[in-house]
C-alpha cells in the first residue's frame, strides 16, 4: 500500500532513515523543510507491506518545492528498508503512486529525481549500487535522475552551489 504521509506518521517519517552513501532527508532536514514549507506532508509519500494502520512503513519518497510551489518541483529523498528485495521495485511503485497524485491535482510536469553524493565517493561500490537501485526506480516509474555532486563545505557566507554530472 502506497499513500501521502499524514501528521500522524510523523514519528515513523522521522525514524525512518537510510545507511545509503547518497543524500537523504534526514529528521532534522525533514522538520526544518517542513517548517519552511519546501517539504510537505502531502509531498510525503510512505510505502506499508500491508494495509495495517499500526505497521511501521518500509518506503519513503520525499518531494520538494519552494515556499509558494503549488506543487513539488523535485524528489529528494528515497529510502526503501533494506530488509526488503528489490529496491527499485517498491522505488518505482511510491514514485508512480504519487505522480498520479500530483497529476490528477493539476501538476504540469514530472518532477525530477535528484541524488546528491560526495563526488570524492566516486566509484565507491556502495555509492554505485545505492545509485543503479534509484535510478532503475526513476526508470520504471518515467522520471528523470539527476546526480548533484555536492561540493566541499564553504565559509556561511558563501552559499554551498553544486554542479551536475553524468555518473
Known amino acids: 500500500m502506497f499513500r501521502v504521509s499524514q501528521r500522524t506518521d510523523d514519528q515513523s517519517v522521522l525514524n525512518l532513515s537510510s545507511r545509503d552513501p547518497v543524500s537523504w532527508v534526514d529528521s532534522v532536514e525533514y522538520g526544518f ?10 509531498w510525503t509519500w510512505l510505502a506499508f507491506v500491508d494495509d495495517d494502520p499500526a505497521a511501521s512503513p518500509v518506503a519513503r519518497a520525499v518531494w520538494w518545492g519552494p515556499v509558494a510551489s503549488v506543487h513539488p518541483v523535485e524528489l529528494r529523498c528515497l529510502i526503501v528498508a533494506p ?3 528489490h529496491p ?3 522505488g518505482a511503485a511510491i514514485i508512480r503512486s504519487a505522480h498520479r497524485s500530483f497529476a490528477a491535482a493539476g501538476a504540469l510536469f514530472v518532477p525530477e529525481f535528484v541524488v546528491a553524493v560526495d563526488p570524492a565517493r566516486r566509484g565507491d561500490p556502495a555509492v554505485e ?3 543503479a537501485w534509484r535510478r532503475e526506480a526513476a526508470r520504471q516509474s518515467g522520471a528523470t535522475l539527476v546526480i548533484r555532486e555536492l561540493q566541499p563545505a564553504q565559509p556561511a557566507a558563501r552559499p554551498a552551489r553544486a554542479s551536475f554530472a553524468t555518473w
Not at 523543510?33 to 502531502?42: F, K, M, P, Q, S
Request: charged share 35%; net charge positive.
Open 129 to 131: 549500487r545505492a545509485i
Open 83 to 85: 530488509s526488503l528485495p
Open 33 to 42: 523543510e517542513l517548517a519552511a514549507g519546501r517539504i510537505r506532508r502531502e
Open 88 to 90: 527499485e521495485l517498491w
